[in-house]
């Protein structure tokens, strides 16, 4: 009775809906657990800022890398370890405040479709998925080795 006819329409139309509203939950929920860490990574930060430790106050000399001690490598190895740390973390939170405020465009396009986007938010998705492949290091991304060893007939 409802597979064929014109209410056939309906019923995919139906089943259309149905489907742009779970992928639209399912963005809901990643853009959320994105806001969670990126959340984490900011407190990290935040509470880094306030120590002596602070990458500020680093480089206005408050804490120089002779401050550590001199002549033994150690010393070296944990000022240039906490200086990667500091722009590792900073990077990271940077790359996850744009991935959460593209995925809330595409949350809030999500029901109505990519067209009905304004230009202003077009021009703002381009710019940050020009940034995501400014910052994408293929050496990271385990996805990459997983289609490497997949290639070479290695196991996943």
Request: proline share 3%; charged share 25%.
């Amino acid at each position: 009775m409802f597979g064929a006819g014109p209410s056939g329409g309906l019923a995919d139309a139906i089943r259309a809906q149905a489907d742009a509203q779970s992928r639209a939950a399912a963005l809901r929920i990643e853009h959320d657990s994105l806001t969670e860490y990126k959340g984490m990574v900011d407190a990290l930060l935040e509470e880094l800022s306030g120590s002596d430790a602070d990458h500020k106050k680093l480089a206005d000399g408050t804490l120089t890398q002779a401050a550590l001690g001199r002549g033994f490598p150690e010393a070296d190895a944990i000022y240039t370890s906490y200086s990667t740390v500091i722009t590792e973390l900073e990077g990271l939170s940077k790359g996850l405040a744009g991935q959460i405020e593209g995925l809330g465009i595409a949350v809030l396009s999500a029901g109505n479709g990519f067209a009905d986007v304004d230009e202003e938010t077009r021009r703002r998705m381009a710019a940050i998925a020009k940034e995501a492949r400014a910052q994408y290091v293929p050496e990271r991304d385990p996805y990459v080795e997983e289609q490497r060893k997949s290639a070479a007939g290695g196991t996943v």
